[in-house]
Each structure stands twice: as structure tokens, then as C-alpha cells.
């Protein structure tokens, strides 16, 4: 059974670091784009970060370049997000998702996601 399962999420005061994990299961990561996305209460889902399973190259949204960083293990068939530097704003919910390659944009399968909350 195809599953995409996130967690890591949780309360964080605002200056501090959150390690979201993304774990797939009945199928292979490395065959695909592996994607974080996000979406804050009463907005649009948004794609915050991506990374090509096969080769390991990234983007990021304007608003996380210098904090966020994606990596990947293709053994564990897994992706993290390291957050450093949480701001209020970075409050949504965070989805992970398998897509077609090389790039994030057509979504395969989508994970249940975690909550991320950044508040003093």
C-alpha cells in the first residue's frame, strides 16, 4: 500500500528549529521529485520546498531561502525539512508529496501532514 507519512511537527517559539520527516512506503522515493508544501489557515496551499530524489538538487520559496533546508536519503526512503529561524508566519500545516519528476508541480500522492505552530 502506497503511504506518505510526515512528522516532526509541533509548537516552537518564533527563532527556533523544527526537523520534519517524510517517509514513503510502497514505493521508491528515489523514482521521484519529493516535495514540502504548506498551507496556512485561510490560504492557499503553497510549495515551500523541493528535491529531486535522483540527484539531489533543491529550490526553495523566496520566504525560507537561508532557513529551510531539504535533504534526502534514498536508503531510508525519506525526506527532512530542517527549519531553523521559525517565524509566526511559518505557521501552517506542512504536507510532503511524491511528484513526477524533475520538478514538484505535478503531484503524484500526497502526504496527511503535520502541524507546525510558531508562537511565544
Known amino acids: 500500500q502506497l503511504q506518505i507519512v510526515e512528522s516532526g511537527g509541533g509548537l516552537v517559539q518564533p527563532g527556533g528549529s523544527l526537523r520534519l520527516s517524510c517517509v514513503g512506503s510502497?514505493?521508491?522515493?528515489?523514482?521521484?521529485?519529493i516535495g514540502w508544501f504548506r498551507q496556512a489557515p485561510g490560504k492557499e496551499r503553497e510549495g515551500v520546498s523541493c528535491?529531486?530524489?535522483?540527484?539531489?538538487?533543491?529550490n526553495y520559496t523566496d520566504s525560507v531561502k537561508g532557513r529551510f533546508t531539504i535533504s534526502r536519503d534514498n536508503a531510508k526512503n525519506t525526506v527532512y525539512l530542517q527549519m531553523n529561524s521559525l517565524k509566526p508566519e511559518d505557521t501552517a500545516i506542512y504536507y510532503c508529496?511524491?511528484?513526477?519528476?524533475?520538478?514538484?508541480?505535478?503531484?503524484?500522492?500526497w502526504g496527511q501532514g503535520t502541524q507546525v505552530t510558531v508562537s511565544s
Open positions: 508529496a511524491a511528484a513526477a519528476p524533475p520538478l514538484c508541480s505535478r503531484v503524484r500522492f
Open positions: 510502497g514505493f521508491t522515493m528515489a523514482a521521484y521529485a
Open positions: 528535491i529531486k530524489m535522483s540527484d539531489g538538487r533543491t
